[in-house]
């Protein structure tokens, strides 16, 4: 019973590292790969090296998941990325996923060992484009993997396994529902059958909706200082200075406001309709050939406000009016000095008339793949397979308009005397300025084709301790990516937009990989297993010259009680299309204090405020300090200028892990994994934003050598004029931290059930150094919040402490688990700052149940006490920031599934039945696939519910279990 209980704890420990729960696949007269994320050697019992935290269906299953936002977002490892709240963010609608705060193109995502298909500029996928349904597990693996999977798996891998071998047929509707307003919803069908004996298909589709939430519908949202220009406008007569205008409401007034608040309107959360359609299949065509292969279709329609905000277009402009405007009242006419019968005035008001600015993206994201393999020996296989992907968006960008017509004519000026500009709410201003843009279609193309060689030398000869695991083979990626732009975006011919570039590029790598484990020691005191394994990766590319990466690792089992493991890596990520093939494009700099997703990247100036370098300031003509407004639109009058180098190198780095593993015998059910870890990147491409380039000038290295100070420059009169932000190869990312996870199932008499869980899982950093250039002092970010310390700014909180706890009742058919999450508390990048961030926890209470082999139904509360996200005064969007903490508050989520199971084959062809009950236990032991659920005393009643199983047929599983090891076993199910 406590080798049965053990692997009930493992299989639903969320994050427990365990590379056995990986698919073991077919029997070995079959051809399907054992699927161990961290490595290409397919051997039956391997453990891997490097930390892997998995997530499993069950607990997929608990957090009422629609996307993998709904349960990724719960992950230590992962930080904030890209999610639905990320307003005014260049993904427009998309999940993106990050690792360790290393920045989203240094996270490689996988589905089934193979690159997902990217999205955009960047090198990172939109995992929207995978649906929750058909998750089997999720392996997060963190220490880098460059010398296994390439380039960009700098911080680690986030791969999905999908469920492949289902059969039957599942029906799921799902909902999530917020207490505040919002709601997620939506439904999924998966069928799953064999091909004769000799293959197996797996069709699934999902549907996704979730709504809009606007800030207005969350009081912790409420931005007071979030303003425009008036919406009813503010004129001066400018021949007299006489100035008027009208109120929120309508009303004339002589002393108008110069501002007003819509910001209750501004999006909070994207909503999103997605449908996703995928089949995954196999199929024998002789003994030693499996063809195989997947087919994946999304659709995903968004809506987000782009890089500019939601902030609705303005103008302030000098226009004649005639003196016969239909418009003019008595009023307004009392104001105006005509001359010629026209009067000259100022125009400054917001053009809320055309409304928020939006973008309302399509993408289509494709991926179809097919490949054979098959055993070449009966200890090696061959895989070779090839994937074409292609992403494509489109994106109507609405609430804005063209500032001048074909001819040149301000269009405006053209319309005051036709079209009423006075007061709030003039209908007629959207018709005759409003103009829907076409703006930032992109596409993205992938191609990938590869071989691989993998097994055993045992036929050849083995060492001593075993034979040698190896793996080798040859890979081809080419990418193409282009963006194309409306004529006005180009030529920056719109009231919000500024100018945008059109742009398109490729690469391609040839590579040459292998892997070798080499078996050292066994069964030896203090050394029951000893390995040392590596890895080295050949990539030639076109565009960056020859990389060489590589993996050394080690394994060395103590005892039954403890193993240790360790790697050192050397990674590369090459840059992205953004970085080295795109053009330059450019926003208001004056945007960086009106969108609040841009806000962080500018702190005002030291100068004027009194934290800068007097000496410095007075070299480069700044203001007197408390002369001028420094955080006002007005002060910032030039452009925010960004874009692609083409003269860019790939990054280089190196990543350590050391860790051990606890699974005490004496102490049945626990176990406990420690891993160190440090990332070291060197030539890290990025970009110095304004705060970063001000401060260093201003206030932490005020020399008149800092080359940073020309990156942000000056007017005549001291103010900001442009800022420069392309991308270069800067400094060093340099981290350091533990991941811990652990589990404990425990059989206390006095409770009803199957027993209790407890799982841990979390991450403490204690060093993160960010270099901004080789020239300043690195900056310690641990524990920080703000663009300071954002690696690509993008994610803007950098805890040094994160973690998730459950506490789980096991019931024969059901559970019901209570979870912890906490952020520990992070304190301003700022120089000069001292606000911080509490440590903030929420708390989730789900269950799930099994009513009839058919009907199942899982539901949940999350963030049970409604934890509000915590407020920031500067630097955030909403007060807060979306990319890290929940926005939702409490959430209701259920979910109800009907299915059909057809019951699995559990014998190799050409096998005899086996005994009913034991053998199905006995094959769980030799796979080391955990279970959902108990066993029976005599495993009698053990049920199948995790997909098929069949033993290695060079182990006695075809009759009872034979002469099979059980410590081995109970081993390899630890593992």
Same mark, same amino acid.
């Given at each position: 019973?406590?080798?049965?209980?053990?692997?009930?704890?493992?299989?639903?420990?969320?994050?427990?590292?365990?590379?056995?729960?990986?698919?073991?696949?077919?029997?070995?007269?079959?051809?399907?790969?054992?699927?161990?994320?961290?490595?290409?050697?397919?051997?039956?019992?391997?453990?891997?090296?490097?930390?892997?935290?998995?997530?499993?269906?069950?607990?997929?299953?608990?957090?009422?998941?629609?996307?993998?936002?709904?349960?990724?977002?719960?992950?230590?490892?992962?930080?904030?990325?890209?999610?639905?709240?990320?307003?005014?963010?260049?993904?427009?609608?998309?999940?993106?996923?990050?690792?360790?705060?290393?920045?989203?193109?240094?996270?490689?995502?996988?589905?089934?060992?193979?690159?997902?298909?990217?999205?955009?500029?960047?090198?990172?996928?939109?995992?929207?484009?995978?649906?929750?349904?058909?998750?089997?597990?999720?392996?997060?693996?963190?220490?880098?993997?460059?010398?296994?999977?390439?380039?960009?798996?700098?911080?680690?891998?986030?791969?999905?396994?999908?469920?492949?071998?289902?059969?039957?047929?599942?029906?799921?509707?799902?909902?999530?529902?917020?207490?505040?307003?919002?709601?997620?919803?939506?439904?999924?069908?998966?069928?799953?059958?064999?091909?004769?004996?000799?293959?197996?298909?797996?069709?699934?589709?999902?549907?996704?909706?979730?709504?809009?939430?606007?800030?207005?519908?969350?009081?912790?949202?409420?931005?007071?200082?979030?303003?425009?220009?008036?919406?009813?406008?503010?004129?001066?007569?400018?021949?007299?200075?006489?100035?008027?205008?009208?109120?929120?409401?309508?009303?004339?007034?002589?002393?108008?406001?110069?501002?007003?608040?819509?910001?209750?309107?501004?999006?909070?959360?994207?909503?999103?309709?997605?449908?996703?359609?995928?089949?995954?299949?196999?199929?024998?065509?002789?003994?030693?050939?499996?063809?195989?292969?997947?087919?994946?279709?999304?659709?995903?329609?968004?809506?987000?406000?782009?890089?500019?905000?939601?902030?609705?277009?303005?103008?302030?402009?000098?226009?004649?009016?005639?003196?016969?405007?239909?418009?003019?009242?008595?009023?307004?006419?009392?104001?105006?000095?005509?001359?010629?019968?026209?009067?000259?005035?100022?125009?400054?008001?917001?053009?809320?008339?055309?409304?928020?600015?939006?973008?309302?993206?399509?993408?289509?994201?494709?991926?179809?793949?097919?490949?054979?393999?098959?055993?070449?020996?009966?200890?090696?296989?061959?895989?070779?397979?090839?994937?074409?992907?292609?992403?494509?968006?489109?994106?109507?960008?609405?609430?804005?308009?063209?500032?001048?017509?074909?001819?040149?004519?301000?269009?405006?000026?053209?319309?005051?005397?036709?079209?009423?500009?006075?007061?709030?709410?003039?209908?007629?201003?959207?018709?005759?300025?409003?103009?829907?843009?076409?703006?930032?279609?992109?596409?993205?193309?992938?191609?990938?084709?590869?071989?691989?060689?993998?097994?055993?030398?045992?036929?050849?000869?083995?060492?001593?301790?075993?034979?040698?695991?190896?793996?080798?083979?040859?890979?081809?990626?080419?990418?193409?990516?282009?963006?194309?732009?409306?004529?006005?975006?180009?030529?920056?011919?719109?009231?919000?937009?500024?100018?945008?570039?059109?742009?398109?590029?490729?690469?391609?790598?040839?590579?040459?990989?292998?892997?070798?484990?080499?078996?050292?020691?066994?069964?030896?005191?203090?050394?029951?297993?000893?390995?040392?394994?590596?890895?080295?990766?050949?990539?030639?590319?076109?565009?960056?010259?020859?990389?060489?990466?590589?993996?050394?690792?080690?394994?060395?089992?103590?005892?039954?009680?403890?193993?240790?493991?360790?790697?050192?890596?050397?990674?590369?990520?090459?840059?992205?299309?953004?970085?080295?093939?795109?053009?330059?494009?450019?926003?208001?700099?004056?945007?960086?204090?009106?969108?609040?997703?841009?806000?962080?990247?500018?702190?005002?100036?030291?100068?004027?405020?009194?934290?800068?370098?007097?000496?410095?300031?007075?070299?480069?003509?700044?203001?007197?300090?408390?002369?001028?407004?420094?955080?006002?639109?007005?002060?910032?009058?030039?452009?925010?200028?960004?874009?692609?180098?083409?003269?860019?190198?790939?990054?280089?780095?190196?990543?350590?892990?050391?860790?051990?593993?606890?699974?005490?015998?004496?102490?049945?059910?626990?176990?406990?994994?420690?891993?160190?870890?440090?990332?070291?990147?060197?030539?890290?491409?990025?970009?110095?934003?304004?705060?970063?380039?001000?401060?260093?000038?201003?206030?932490?290295?005020?020399?008149?050598?800092?080359?940073?100070?020309?990156?942000?420059?000056?007017?005549?009169?001291?103010?900001?004029?442009?800022?420069?932000?392309?991308?270069?190869?800067?400094?060093?990312?340099? =981290?350091?931290? +533990? *991941?811990? /996870? #652990? $589990? %404990?199932?425990?059989?206390? @008499?006095?409770?009803?059930?199957? !027993?209790?869980?407890?799982?841990?899982?979390?991450?403490?950093?204690?060093?993160?150094?960010?270099?901004?250039?080789?020239?300043?002092?690195?900056?310690?970010?641990?524990?920080?919040?703000?663009?300071?310390?954002?690696?690509?700014?993008?994610?803007?909180?950098?805890?040094?402490?994160?973690?998730?706890?459950?506490?789980?009742?096991?019931?024969?058919?059901?559970?019901?688990?209570?979870?912890?999450?906490?952020?520990?508390?992070?304190?301003?990048?700022?120089?000069?700052?001292?606000?911080?961030?509490?440590? =903030?926890?929420? +708390? *989730?209470? /789900? #269950? $799930? %149940?099994?009513?009839?082999? @058919?009907?199942?139904?899982?539901? !949940?509360?999350?963030?049970?006490?409604?934890?509000?996200?915590?407020?920031?005064?500067?630097?955030?969007?909403?007060?807060?920031?979306?990319?890290?903490?929940?926005?939702?508050?409490?959430?209701?989520?259920?979910?109800?599934?009907?299915?059909?199971?057809?019951?699995?084959?559990?014998?190799?062809?050409?096998?005899?039945?086996?005994?009913?009950?034991?053998?199905?236990?006995?094959?769980?032991?030799?796979?080391?696939?955990?279970?959902?659920?108990?066993?029976?005393?005599?495993?009698?009643?053990?049920?199948?519910?995790?997909?098929?199983?069949?033993?290695? $047929?060079?182990?006695?599983?075809? @009759?009872?279990?034979?002469?099979?090891?059980?410590?081995?076993?109970?081993?390899?199910?630890?593992?």
């Amino acid at each position: 019973m406590a080798i049965a209980a053990l692997a009930i704890a493992l299989s639903q420990a969320p994050g427990t590292a365990f590379a056995q729960a990986a698919d073991s696949g077919e029997d070995a007269n079959t051809t399907a790969d054992i699927v161990v994320t961290g490595t290409r050697i397919a051997v039956a019992g391997l453990t891997s090296s490097s930390p892997v935290a998995s997530t499993g269906e069950e607990q997929i299953k608990l957090q009422s998941a629609l996307t993998v936002e709904d349960f990724s977002t719960k992950l230590p490892q992962l930080s904030g990325g890209v999610r639905q709240g990320s307003q005014g963010s260049d993904a427009f609608g998309a999940q993106v996923l990050e690792l360790r705060n290393f920045g989203q193109s240094r996270s490689l995502v996988l589905i089934d060992g193979t690159r997902a298909t990217p999205f955009s500029f960047r090198n990172s996928a939109d995992v929207n484009a995978i649906p929750a349904s058909l998750i089997k597990r999720v392996d997060v693996l963190t220490g880098g993997a460059a010398a296994v999977y390439g380039a960009d798996a700098v911080a680690g891998v986030v791969n999905f396994i999908l469920n492949d071998d289902f059969e039957g047929i599942r029906g799921t509707a799902t909902s999530r529902l917020s207490e505040h307003g919002g709601a997620t919803y939506g439904g999924s069908i998966m069928m799953g059958t064999g091909l004769g004996d000799r293959g197996h298909i797996v069709i699934a589709a999902d549907y996704t909706q979730r709504d809009l939430i606007r800030s207005g519908q969350r009081d912790w949202a409420e931005t007071p200082n979030q303003t425009i220009p008036s919406i009813g406008g503010v004129f001066t007569d400018v021949a007299s200075g006489r100035k008027f205008g009208f109120t929120d409401s309508g009303d004339f007034t002589t002393s108008p406001s110069a501002t007003s608040n819509i910001s209750d309107r501004y999006p909070l959360v994207s909503p999103l309709k997605r449908i996703n359609v995928a089949a995954l299949f196999k199929y024998e065509i002789t003994p030693q050939v499996e063809v195989y292969g997947r087919a994946m279709y999304t659709n995903s329609r968004t809506e987000e406000t782009g890089t500019p905000g939601a902030t609705p277009a303005s103008v302030n402009r000098t226009v004649s009016i005639s003196e016969s405007n239909p418009y003019l009242t008595d009023d307004i006419r009392n104001q105006l000095t005509f001359v010629n019968g026209a009067a000259q005035v100022n125009v400054s008001r917001s053009l809320a008339e055309l409304g928020l600015i939006n973008y309302e993206t399509e993408r289509n994201t494709l991926q179809l793949q097919t490949g054979l393999r098959g055993p070449l020996t009966s200890a090696v296989k061959w895989n070779v397979y090839a994937q074409y992907g292609r992403s494509t968006e489109n994106t109507l960008i609405t609430g804005d308009g063209l500032v001048t017509s074909s001819t040149g004519a301000n269009n405006f000026a053209s319309i005051v005397n036709s079209v009423n500009i006075f007061g709030p709410n003039q209908t007629e201003l959207a018709d005759a300025l409003g103009s829907s843009i076409n703006g930032f279609n992109r596409k993205r193309d992938q191609f990938v084709t590869a071989a691989t060689l993998s097994g055993t030398l045992e036929e050849l000869f083995s060492l001593p301790a075993g034979p040698i695991g190896f793996a080798v083979g040859v890979e081809y990626r080419r990418e193409t990516a282009s963006i194309d732009q409306d004529t006005a975006l180009l030529t920056g011919n719109t009231y919000r937009q500024g100018v945008q570039a059109a742009y398109s590029g490729s690469f391609d790598v040839k590579e040459l990989y292998g892997e070798v484990l080499v078996p050292i020691l066994r069964d030896l005191p203090l050394i029951r297993k000893l390995d040392v394994g590596g890895a080295y990766r050949l990539s030639d590319y076109n565009m960056f010259g020859t990389h060489g990466t590589w993996k050394v690792e080690g394994n060395w089992e103590v005892d039954r009680n403890l193993r240790l493991r360790g790697t050192y890596q050397r990674v590369l990520r090459t840059p992205n299309f953004g970085e080295f093939a795109a053009s330059t494009s450019s926003l208001p700099f004056s945007n960086l204090v009106t969108v609040d997703r841009l806000k962080p990247r500018y702190g005002g100036d030291p100068c004027v405020l009194g934290t800068g370098d007097a000496a410095q300031c007075a070299r480069f003509g700044a203001p007197a300090v408390g002369s001028a407004d420094s955080t006002s639109a007005s002060y910032l009058t030039g452009n925010y200028y960004y874009g692609g180098n083409p003269d860019i190198k790939p990054e280089t780095g190196y990543t350590t892990t050391l860790g051990a593993v606890f699974t005490p015998t004496f102490l049945p059910g626990l176990n406990l994994t420690v891993d160190w870890y440090e990332l070291d990147l060197r030539g890290a491409v990025g970009v110095i934003q304004p705060i970063a380039a001000i401060t260093s000038c201003y206030v932490t290295n005020p020399t008149a050598s800092n080359p940073l100070c020309s990156l942000v420059t000056r007017n005549a009169d001291g103010t900001f004029k442009d800022a420069y932000v392309n991308n270069q190869n800067l400094g060093r990312l340099l =981290q350091r931290g +533990f *991941d811990i /996870s #652990a $589990s %404990y199932t425990l059989h206390p @008499a006095f409770l009803p059930g199957e !027993g209790m869980r407890l799982s841990y899982q979390g991450n403490i950093v204690t060093s993160y150094l960010i270099q901004a250039n080789s020239t300043v002092s690195a900056v310690q970010c641990k524990g920080t919040f703000g663009a300071t310390c954002s690696s690509d700014g993008t994610t803007l909180v950098q805890p040094d402490y994160r973690h998730t706890v459950g506490l789980s009742w096991l019931f024969d058919k059901g559970v019901v688990q209570f979870d912890w999450q906490r952020i520990g508390k992070v304190r301003s990048s700022t120089v000069g700052s001292t606000e911080t961030i509490s440590a =903030q926890n929420t +708390f *989730d209470l /789900s #269950a $799930s %149940y099994e009513f009839t082999d @058919a009907i199942t139904f899982s539901a !949940g509360v999350y963030n049970l006490f409604d934890k509000n996200p915590p407020y920031v005064s500067t630097g955030g969007v909403f007060n807060t920031f979306p990319d890290t903490y929940d926005i939702l508050g409490r959430t209701i989520g259920f979910s109800l599934t009907a299915q059909y199971l057809r019951k699995p084959t559990l014998r190799a062809p050409g096998q005899p039945p086996p005994p009913a009950g034991r053998p199905l236990f006995c094959k769980a032991l030799i796979t080391g696939i955990p279970f959902r659920a108990g066993f029976g005393d005599e495993f009698d009643d053990a049920p199948f519910l995790d997909g098929r199983l069949a033993g290695d $047929s060079r182990l006695p599983a075809a @009759a009872g279990c034979g002469g099979l090891d059980l410590h081995a076993a109970q081993d390899r199910i630890r593992a």
